[in-house]
């Protein structure tokens, strides 16, 4: 039990080079008192949290919630006045369940969230819909809902359903079809639907634009065919959530500084690799092929 007092913090942190492995019999349970915080860093957790009085923050940092281990891998109790605030960073886990209350918030950066077929994002009873949520640069495996949602250059695989539409946004992203969100900019396969749409408009005499039933058959392959693929999409494999090198280029481009989608935004290997084919040109002896193979 982590019970940290009113207005104070509990962190349990690896040291540095390791990596405790934590097996769970019961969850570890975080009873959360206003202004407090509950930290968990660098560990690697073969068990779920639950956080039973939904009050304060819990922070995860760097830390791993075995997906299908334990399911779920996070659930607060549901409480009336709740003021629950999680930050999940650098991390995966499997499924999370939060209650929607009006003070709870979702805060997901760097991160995979998976339930592969099933719930990964939503409230306590897998259909109702989680609180607010901001995510960043993030994979999510499985279907989610929310109250509110602001996403910035997140693969979500399965589809998003946002109660409130009028509100937030969702950027450089890719959103699976049939999704009810806020409006959305530069997502795919929006954007790439928008695009074809453009060049046929761009053909007709006198141009106009394309109703909805001529814009369908259009977007109808577009939608089938373009969306992530990955190397691995289990847990425990070497090039897990990875990005596959002959996906989308729509979607390993598709960031707004022209990286990849999801999780491993952050290591701008699109740039890494154009500025290693330019240095090949340069200085590759005669008579070689470079090849490159991405680490897993």
Do not use: W
């Not at 209650?99 to 077929?117: F, H, K, M, T, Y």
């Not at 707004?256 to 084919?277: I, T, V, Y």
């Amino acid at each position: 039990m982590l019970d940290p007092p009113a207005g104070n913090t509990i962190a349990i942190e690896a040291a540095d080079e390791r990596r405790p492995h934590l097996l769970l019999d019961v969850p570890v349970n975080v009873a959360g008192s206003a202004g407090s915080t509950a930290s968990l860093s660098g560990l690697l957790i073969e068990g779920s949290v639950h956080m039973t009085r939904p009050r304060g923050r819990i922070r995860l940092l760097h830390t791993t919630l075995a997906p299908f281990l334990a399911p779920p891998s996070l659930k607060v109790e549901a409480a009336a006045d709740a003021d629950a605030s999680i930050e999940i960073a650098f991390s995966i886990a499997g499924q999370l369940l939060v209650p929607n209350a009006p003070a709870s918030r979702l805060l997901l950066l760097d991160s995979i969230v998976d339930a592969g077929e099933g719930v990964a994002i939503g409230g306590l009873a897998g259909a109702d819909s989680a609180p607010a949520a901001s995510i960043e640069r993030s994979t999510i495996f499985g279907s989610s809902s929310f109250v509110e949602l602001s996403a910035s250059e997140t693969i979500f695989t399965r589809v998003v359903q946002v109660e409130r539409s009028q509100s937030g946004c969702i950027r450089f992203s890719f959103v699976p079809d049939k999704s009810r969100t806020p409006r959305r900019y530069r997502c795919q396969p929006d954007l790439a639907v928008d695009e074809a749409v453009a060049r046929v408009e761009e053909t007709l005499s006198p141009p106009r634009k394309l109703t909805s039933a001529e814009r369908k058959p259009i977007a109808i392959p577009i939608i089938r065919t373009l969306g992530p693929r990955f190397m691995a999409d289990v847990f425990g494999d070497p090039a897990y959530a990875q990005l596959h090198p002959t996906g989308p280029a729509e979607i390993a481009r598709g960031a707004e500084d022209g990286s990849e989608m999801g999780a491993f935004c952050h290591l701008k290997q699109p740039q890494r690799e154009s500025n290693l084919r330019t240095r090949f040109r340069e200085y590759l002896p005669f008579g070689l092929d470079p090849g490159i193979i991405y680490v897993t």
